[in-house]
C-alpha cells in the first residue's frame, strides 16, 4: 500500500513544513531565519534577566544545550529545582501567599494528532481489505467483548436506516 499526498494551495508556503516532501532551499532559508530570530530574543531576555551583555550568553551558549547543574555553574539559573519549586518561586516573586494549583491535560501537539489520525486511518483501511464483509460481524464482536456486565445477545443486528 503506497501513501500519497495531494496538495492545493494558495501561496508558495502553504505547504511549508510538509513532511511528504524535502524542504526547498527558499524555506531552509526562511527556517533559518526564524532560528535565528528566536536565538536572539532567547539571547536578549536571558542578557536582560542576568544583567549581563547579549554577547555573554552567546559567549556561554553557542546554541549549545546545558544539563541544569551545567547552567547554575555558568550562571544561566538561579537554582535547580522542579515544577512545584518554580511555582513556589514564581509566588513568592509576585508576592502571593494563598494560591492554588490546577494541573489541565491538554491534547498532544498538532504533528502528533495528525500522524496519528494518519496511522488509525491505515490501520482501519488495513482491516477492512483484510475482513472485507466480515467486517461488520468483527465490530460486533468487538461491542459484545469491551462491555461489561450481564449481556443477552441476539442472532442478528439492527440497523438504523
Not at 495531494?6 to 505547504?15: H, P
Not at 554577547?55 to 541544569?68: L, M
Not at 535547580?80 to 513568592?92: F, N
Request: glycine share 8%; net charge negative.
Amino acid at each position: 500500500m503506497d501513501l500519497t499526498a495531494d496538495v492545493v494551495k494558495t501561496n508558495v508556503y502553504a505547504d511549508f513544513g510538509d513532511i511528504s516532501r524535502p524542504m526547498r532551499d527558499d524555506e531552509k532559508a526562511l527556517m533559518q531565519g526564524y532560528v535565528e530570530h528566536i536565538y536572539d530574543v532567547f539571547l536578549t531576555r536571558c542578557s536582560e534577566g542576568r544583567g549581563v551583555t547579549k554577547e555573554e550568553i552567546d559567549q556561554i551558549g553557542q546554541g549549545r544545550v546545558w544539563t541544569g547543574e551545567q547552567a547554575l555553574e555558568r550562571g544561566l539559573v538561579d537554582e535547580i529545582g522542579d515544577l512545584d519549586r518554580a511555582i513556589e518561586v514564581a509566588a513568592e516573586l509576585a508576592g502571593l501567599t494563598d494560591y492554588s494549583v490546577k494541573t489541565v491535560l491538554g491534547s498532544s501537539d498538532p504533528l502528533t494528532e495528525y500522524l496519528k489520525k494518519q496511522m488509525d486511518e491505515i490501520g482501519t483501511s488495513a482491516i477492512k481489505s483484510a475482513l472485507g464483509e466480515d467486517l461488520e460481524l468483527f465490530q460486533i464482536l468487538q461491542t459484545v467483548r469491551h462491555a461489561s456486565g450481564i449481556q443477552a445477545r441476539l442472532p442478528y443486528d439492527f440497523k438504523t436506516l
